[in-house]
């Protein structure tokens, strides 16, 4: 049964191959998770890189490469792949709607610096987020620091549009949330079929964001130049 299996899942991976496929909204995380610290994910990680880089044939004795294996095992953890830790959830503060504006708020081009679950390879893009308000409003460096937490870690970016989306209709207590995400993807960039023009555009519509007319002016909202001299 366990060879059949491990055949199976082997041929699955062979399947999905250089298509670029998630398999479910919420990333994939064992249940243990978090059972060891930080400090000892660093110190794993660290031995791993010394393997691989040592397998490549790289002399870790070079001055320039000492240094590298805890460098790298650092930035997985503090900085790459910190929005895998729910402890690094940004607080999204929201505050009541006093001012009765009761328009659609769009936040442009927030910056997406993310990774590949399939290569871990970056990926690279601007986010647009909207949303209308039903009695509260929220920060909007939140929407920006939102849009980083989930980029933060293996991810497609299917997935991180509908996670950034959730995020603030559960922030907000309302379903009229609306994001687009274009990036380009080293996988795709700079391997494989290494088509350097080419980008991704996701989108995730709820509530009023549904509808033709609404989803029309965010749209054109996203058209508008924001090149400010």
Not at 124 to 152: C, P, Q, T, W
Request: with cysteine; proline share 3%; glycine share 6%.
């Amino acid at each position: 049964m366990f060879e059949l299996s491990s055949k199976m899942n082997e041929e699955r991976s062979e399947e999905i191959g250089e298509n670029h496929v998630g398999t479910s909204a919420k990333t994939p995380l064992r249940a243990d998770a978090f059972d060891i610290s930080d400090e000892e994910k660093i110190n794993r990680i660290q031995e791993s890189v010394k393997d691989i880089l040592t397998t490549l044939g790289m002399d870790l004795t070079d001055d320039s490469l000492q240094g590298t294996p805890k460098r790298v095992a650092k930035s997985f953890v503090n900085e790459i792949f910190m929005g895998l830790n729910p402890a690094n959830m940004p607080k999204a503060s929201t505050f009541d709607n006093n001012y009765n504006y009761g328009e659609m708020l769009v936040e442009k081009n927030i910056v997406v610096y993310s990774t590949c679950e399939h290569h871990l390879l970056p990926i690279i893009g601007r986010a647009h987020v909207a949303y209308i308000s039903d009695g509260k409003v929220i920060g909007l460096s939140k929407m920006n620091r939102i849009v980083e937490y989930f980029s933060k870690r293996p991810q497609v970016q299917e997935r991180l549009t509908m996670q950034v989306v959730q995020a603030m209709q559960e922030a907000l207590g309302v379903e009229d949330v609306a994001c687009v995400i274009d990036a380009k993807h080293l996988c795709v960039n700079s391997r494989g079929i290494k088509d350097i023009e080419s980008s991704t555009v996701t989108a995730e519509f709820g509530g009023k964001f549904k509808e033709k007319e609404t989803k029309r002016e965010f749209l054109d909202y996203l058209k508008m130049n924001t090149d400010f001299d």
